[in-house]
């Protein structure tokens, strides 16, 4: 890994030893804010565009495989690290603030190719052509507006509630590029769970060693259809631990509720649809989470986002006056005082941008949506905007139900335009991917925005270089989508495109009067019902949204923070000292964890389109039946937990003053 060169190295130790802030400003930055370091070079800029195009591609064939994309950002910042490590050799250095805009421009080609395979892609199911300008101008809206749109909540979300909403895959991103440019003990315990994460992805994915998803439904008296399992995989356990035992555990609880309540309820009913009807209990149950709980998730979500926007007014308001300041100019003096790591893209260009795009919706032809479509658009992509970019801050960019906000969004857009004489499927699918599109990027951008919150960069620099990437990202989309169709088809067994059929089904559905508002209502009641409760609504939806084996795994995570945490308490000693160095530690194992499942994705992805690999999706299977795989998957699980408390454990006495940190 690269390391920073003497001057900013400097500047980071100068930058710890002051760690006294007010909790508005939040914690003292890597590089502080009245120093200047490279970030928005050319060198960034070439590398990020490169590496942005070679995650779209393979999010794009990834998704559309197996129903999820990897997160870019921690590769990004691997590769852009080891990148600028070869550079130096020749004399080109690279600094940490580089680094992470090239991560910035990467990952926004990730979460512009879940946005469209999710969405875009489900008109082939409604037999139309993939249409690659078609595709480049709505991935290019959609995108800008998730860029836009979280410009305004960036303080709200990311600096004073700093403490609220750990961003798990930002915080991580900022921990492996902190420990390369530091060069000390971090690299070590990042290398720790790279290395264990890697190979422990590699037996599971690349040779079918074990299974990672251990799961199993049972009967209880004449109850039928309980369901329990996870998907136990590095990376889902590295969340679980970043963002805590309380945010994991709404998460699962809402797991609990779809999973050991609603779905046994209804499989018990009668209500498993007539595919599944002979299959075994474990099919049935996700069968009915497929044809009914999701649309309950969803609901919740509604009435969660609604109420997150009410939250958050005071914000927005604020947001909206600096714009009209700005825009009259009486708030260029202000602009001109704020600190460097203050300073995003003037507010008159959100507001302007925003206002163009509107009406290039309604006006561009390849777009669509129509006027109505285009209103529908706007503020679903605004709502869900906010949405996104607080659940990312929650659960992580892994977790967020960009194909749920999509859902919603068809069911919502769907309904109007049935209102307004619109038969079209397709206009309600293109309506619903500028959401999608916009609510993924969103996501992602408040991810980076963390990241660069924490080394001290500067925010409108990374917004110029999301959106950099988002006009790259739009531009190869359509080509890529187009090259997979005629390669293998979408909806074939090699790309099955999961979500996107989905979208297609219910948007058809919907003009036709055939969608699950019960379910919706339920969950729109389920959500108000928390709300006075004075409960984290969202958290529960993403639990109910999710399948039950994304959300254990992610409280084992949790669970396994608390413990740590409560072991470490019961030998602190006075000052904290012995707590903070663990947590710190446990952080940087974790990212460590993160890195190494998301690069073996794309070994694997590698592999996948290449053509190597059996039905089961493993390019080197060893022929393990069944049974032994759960077993050597209960054994591989338990090696995993082992590994990671003693990696964060290990000479924790003798090193807890020397290496803690102030996140």
């Known amino acids: 890994m690269a390391h920073g060169p003497p001057e900013e190295h400097q500047q980071a130790n100068d930058s710890r030893t002051v760690r006294e802030r007010s909790a508005e400003e939040g914690p003292s930055p890597y590089v502080p804010a009245g120093k200047r370091v490279a970030e928005l070079t050319i060198k960034a800029v070439v590398i990020g565009l490169a590496l942005n195009v070679v995650m779209l591609t393979a999010n794009m064939y990834l998704g559309m495989r197996s129903g999820m994309t990897i997160s870019a950002s921690i590769p990004a910042a691997v590769i852009s690290m080891g990148l600028f490590y070869g550079l130096r050799r020749i004399g080109v250095g690279g600094t940490i603030l580089e680094n992470n805009i090239v991560q910035t421009m990467t990952s926004a080609g990730e979460a512009l190719a879940a946005g469209v395979i999710f969405t875009i892609a489900g008109v082939t199911f409604l037999d139309q052509p993939i249409d690659v300008v078609?595709?480049?101008?709505?991935?290019?809206?959609?995108?800008?507006?998730g860029i836009l749109f979280m410009i305004p909540m960036r303080r709200y979300l990311i600096v004073k509630r700093h403490e609220e909403l750990p961003y798990p895959e930002g915080t991580a991103c900022a921990d492996v590029l902190e420990a390369g440019s530091r060069g000390d003990e971090g690299v070590k315990l990042i290398s720790v769970g790279f290395l264990v994460s890697f190979v422990y992805m590699w037996l599971a994915n690349g040779m079918a060693a074990f299974r990672t998803t251990l799961e199993t439904a049972f009967t209880a008296g004449e109850t039928e259809g309980f369901a329990i399992g996870g998907d136990f995989t590095p990376a889902l356990v590295g969340v679980g631990y970043i963002i805590g035992p309380r945010i994991a555990g709404y998460v699962f609880g809402g797991g609990l509720i779809a999973w050991m309540m609603l779905i046994p309820l209804l499989i018990t009913g009668g209500f498993v649809p007539e595919s599944a009807a002979d299959a075994a209990l474990m099919a049935q149950a996700n069968a009915v989470w497929d044809a009914y709980i999701r649309y309950v998730g969803a609901g919740a979500m509604?009435?969660?986002?609604?109420?997150?926007?009410?939250?958050?007014?005071?914000?927005?308001?604020?947001?909206?006056?600096?714009?009209?300041?700005?825009?009259?100019?009486?708030?260029?003096?202000?602009?001109?005082?704020?600190?460097?790591?203050?300073?995003?893209?003037?507010?008159?260009?959100?507001?302007?941008?925003?206002?163009?795009?509107?009406l290039a919706l309604v006006a561009v032809p390849q777009v669509q949506v129509g006027l109505l479509g285009g209103f529908i658009a706007v503020i679903a992509a605004f709502l869900f905007v906010a949405v996104s970019a607080y659940l990312v801050g929650v659960v992580g960019s892994s977790s967020n139900p960009v194909s749920g906000m999509a859902v919603a969004t068809i069911l919502i857009a769907a309904l109007a335009l049935r209102s307004a004489g619109v038969t079209d499927p397709v206009v309600v699918l293109m309506t619903a991917s500028?959401?999608?599109?916009?609510?993924?990027?969103?996501?992602?951008?408040?991810?980076?925005?963390?990241?660069?919150y924490l080394l001290g960069a500067t925010p409108r620099n990374q917004q110029i270089a999301q959106v950099i990437g988002i006009a790259l990202s739009a531009l190869f989309a359509g080509w890529v989508l187009y090259f997979f169709h005629q390669a293998y088809g979408i909806g074939s067994d090699t790309i099955p495109a999961p979500q996107a059929g989905m979208m297609a089904l219910i948007s058809e559905g919907v003009l036709t009067g055939t969608a699950q508002w019960g379910m919706i209502l339920i969950g729109a009641v389920f959500a108000f019902v928390l709300i006075l409760m004075d409960v984290p609504v969202l958290p529960f939806a993403v639990g109910i949204y999710l399948p039950i084996t994304l959300a254990t795994p992610i409280f084992l995570g949790g669970l396994l923070r608390a413990g740590i945490d409560r072991y470490v308490a019961r030998r602190d000693d006075k000052d904290g000292t012995l707590a903070e160095h663990a947590t710190s530690r446990g952080r940087i194992v974790a990212a460590g964890l993160i890195t190494g499942e998301a690069i073996m994705g794309i070994v694997i992805g590698t592999f996948y389109i290449a053509g190597i690999g059996n039905s089961d999706g493993a390019p080197f299977p060893l022929g393990l039946d069944a049974g032994t795989q759960t077993i050597l998957g209960v054994v591989a699980l338990v090696a995993l937990v082992g590994l990671f408390t003693a990696s964060v454990l290990r000479n924790a006495p003798d090193t807890a003053a020397g290496n803690a940190t102030d996140r």
């Open 434 to 452: 500028v959401v999608a599109i916009a609510a993924a990027v969103a996501g992602d951008t408040s991810q980076d925005l963390k990241t660069g």
């Open 302 to 358: 509604i009435v969660g986002g609604f109420y997150a926007i009410v939250s958050m007014r005071g914000t927005i308001v604020d947001a909206l006056g600096t714009a009209v300041a700005e825009i009259r100019g009486s708030g260029s003096a202000a602009k001109g005082e704020r600190k460097r790591t203050q300073r995003d893209l003037p507010m008159k260009i959100v507001v302007i941008g925003a206002v163009l795009i509107a």
């Open 134 to 145: 078609n595709t480049a101008v709505v991935a290019a809206l959609g995108g800008l507006l």
